[in-house]
């Protein structure tokens, strides 16, 4: 399984999780996909997780679900835990 911070090689990709969270028993991970092992890429993709490896997202639906999840953890991260409450 792969957590936040690990950096890993899939698809001949270098990538970094730069976060994870669970939505309906799922393991999902949004990562970003590195230029080089310093330089962070415009690209971004989600990987399940499983016991025995990872998966990459592609269901459109699940990806609107939980993109805002991992928006609304960013800012978590940023501005505390009380991000986006007035």
Same mark, same amino acid.
């Given at each position: 399984?792969?957590?936040?911070?690990?950096?890993?090689?899939?698809?001949?990709?270098?990538? #970094?999780?730069? *976060?994870? $969270?669970?939505?309906?028993?799922?393991?999902?991970?949004?990562? +970003?996909?590195?230029? /080089?092992?310093?330089?962070?890429?415009?690209?971004?993709?989600?990987?399940?997780?499983?016991?025995?490896?990872?998966?990459? #997202?592609?269901? *459109?639906? $699940?990806?609107?679900?939980?993109?805002?999840?991992?928006?609304? +953890?960013?800012?978590? /991260?940023?501005?505390?835990?009380?991000?986006?409450?007035?």
């Amino acid at each position: 399984m792969i957590e936040k911070d690990d950096v890993f090689r899939a698809e001949d990709k270098l990538y #970094v999780v730069l *976060d994870a $969270l669970n939505y309906n028993g799922h393991e999902y991970c949004l990562c +970003n996909e590195m230029q /080089d092992e310093k330089t962070f890429g415009p690209n971004y993709v989600v990987f399940e997780n499983f016991d025995d490896g990872i998966e990459h #997202v592609e269901d *459109d639906d $699940l990806l609107n679900t939980i993109s805002p999840m991992f928006t609304n +953890n960013f800012a978590a /991260d940023v501005y505390g835990e009380n991000a986006g409450e007035e």
